[in-house]
Nanobody, 129 residues
Framework: QVQLAESGGGTVQAGGSLRLSCAASGDIFDLCMGWFRQAPGKEREGVARSAPDSFSSDTPFYPPSFKGRAGIWRDNTKNTLYLHLDSLKPEDTAVYYC????????????????????WGQGTQVTVSS
């Protein structure tokens, strides 16, 4: 299984945007992948999900709270997954993780952490007011 490494975190001012990268140690074209985040004292929550290339009819999935201000895409030639998030608020402060799903079919299921089994170490994002 691939290993994942996130980068791009840091401190951002409220109203700004961020772009995170997730570099994988192997091919990702056939993997269901997602971005999650976890704030102190809160449960891990999904931010965006990207389906494998074989899911030609599927589009990226965003939970309602992120629809319109999050973007997820992948570069299979670089085995890298990306996340863009704009209109940042202090409430977006969290550790952001990328992950791969246990099965590619999980991209058709509920977007929950328990469907994902390989995680990066996370990257801290702090939004200052």
């Amino acid at each position: 299984q691939v290993q994942l490494a996130e980068s791009g975190g840091g401190t951002v001012q409220a109203g700004g945007s961020l772009r995170l990268s997730c570099a994988a140690s192997g091919d990702i074209f056939d993997l269901c992948m997602g971005w999650f985040r976890q704030a102190p004292g809160k449960e891990r929550e999904g931010v965006a999900r990207s389906a494998p290339d074989s899911f030609s009819s599927d589009t990226p999935f965003y939970p309602p709270s992120f629809k319109g201000r999050a973007g997820i895409w992948r570069d299979n030639t670089k085995n890298t997954l990306y996340l863009h998030l704009d209109s940042l608020k202090p409430e977006d402060t969290a550790v952001y993780y990328c992950a791969t799903a246990i099965r590619s079919s999980h991209c058709l299921d509920d977007f929950v952490p328990s469907n994902f089994h390989v995680w990066g170490q996370g990257t801290q994002v702090t939004v200052s007011s």
